[in-house]
């Protein structure tokens, strides 16, 4: 008789914990303007940016996303013995080994933890935030750390005119954990790959072979053509994660968009029809976009700030190259 596979019983997940780090650096529009011909006026215009967080060297993405990972731990009361897996999304990280989510494991002292890094830029969180969920309800892990970390500094020219003021460094983490009752959503998500090359990076680190010459490899940006596609999609994307829920805006407490751009958060707001009582994040003002941070950092500052309940239910969307997106309903850690 063939032998057949024992399946781990099956198990609810929810958020446990939520925690942030950002660097000590805050960089004003008028620092920036210092190398690219525009003005603060203009930047918080076109953006709603008026500052962002510039890591320093030692600042590292896996000490950011260790820092972020111990406030999530400490708010859901665990040590770092009980992580069974790190996922950390980041699109910066200059190290091909060891792995960001393995050294963040080191620095985090989760020995034994699995990790594995996720590349999905700005939509790598919420992308993480539905693996993690699927882990533990599969009963492959009872405790996930979810990880967004960024040194967008790194790879962002400060003298392109199109992309220096937009991004930002920082870390924001959540702990994903077994729970009586479903505390995530299934997820919307995809690729709008007729965007592909709406944000991309032209040029590989292999080109810098080439010796001094060689110009770095970094971001590059169409702006409006992102802004087209945000101010009509995301808002569809966020439709399905609700009716997949089975809730509707009324029953949300908060809206947590990936913070790409204040005027793309105000049109998605008012395309859905969120109602007032819906908290809206918008650290976009003082992080600027962190990318795979910008979400877990948007939701902690409306946890810590007394805008959202823990236990309330709130939806989430993250979105960027490829063009990826990911968006679910999720209870408030």
Not at 11 to 19: D, E
Not at 74 to 100: E, R
Not at 169 to 181: C, K, Q, T, W, Y
Request: aromatic share 6%; charged share 15%.
């Amino acid at each position: 008789m063939t032998a057949r596979l024992q399946s781990a019983n099956r198990f609810f997940a929810s958020p446990l914990g939520l925690g942030a780090y950002r660097p000590g650096r805050v960089v004003d529009n008028a620092e920036i303007c210092r190398l690219i011909d525009s003005d603060t006026d203009w930047i918080e215009a076109r953006s709603g940016i008026t500052a962002r967080r510039f890591a320093a060297p030692e600042e590292s993405i896996p000490f950011m996303g260790a820092r972020a990972a111990e406030k999530a731990l400490s708010a859901a009361g665990l040590p770092p013995a009980d992580v069974d897996c790190v996922i950390l999304a980041t699109m910066s990280y200059l190290h091909q080994a060891p792995p960001a989510a393995a050294a963040c494991v080191a620095e985090l002292g989760a020995d034994g933890a699995a990790a594995f890094d996720l590349g999905a830029a700005c939509a790598g969180f919420s992308h993480g935030l539905a693996l993690a969920g699927s882990l533990v309800v599969a009963g492959q892990a009872e405790h996930v750390m979810v990880i967004g970390a960024e040194r967008m500094s790194d790879i962002v020219d400060p003298r392109d005119r199109s992309t220096a003021f937009i991004f930002g460094d920082g870390a924001g983490a959540m702990l994903v954990g077994r729970s009586a009752e479903p505390g995530i959503g299934q997820v919307a998500w995809g690729t709008a790959t007729g965007h592909i090359r709406a944000i991309q990076q032209p040029a590989s680190f292999a080109d810098l072979k080439g010796g001094a010459s060689a110009p770095w490899p970094y971001l590059e940006m169409a702006g409006p053509e992102v802004f087209r596609w945000a101010i009509g999609a995301v808002g569809e994307v966020c439709s399905r994660a609700l009716e997949s829920a089975g809730v509707d805006s009324g029953d949300i407490e908060a809206f947590v968009p990936h913070q790409a751009n204040g005027r793309i958060i105000d049109a998605v707001v008012k395309n859905m029809k969120l109602p007032a009582s819906v908290a809206v994040a918008r650290t976009i003002r003082e992080d600027g976009n962190t990318s795979a941070a910008s979400v877990p950092l948007a939701m902690d500052h409306l946890v810590s700030t007394g805008q959202v309940r823990r236990g309330g239910l709130a939806l989430t969307v993250g979105f960027g190259s490829g063009l990826g997106y990911s968006a679910q309903v999720i209870t408030v850690p």
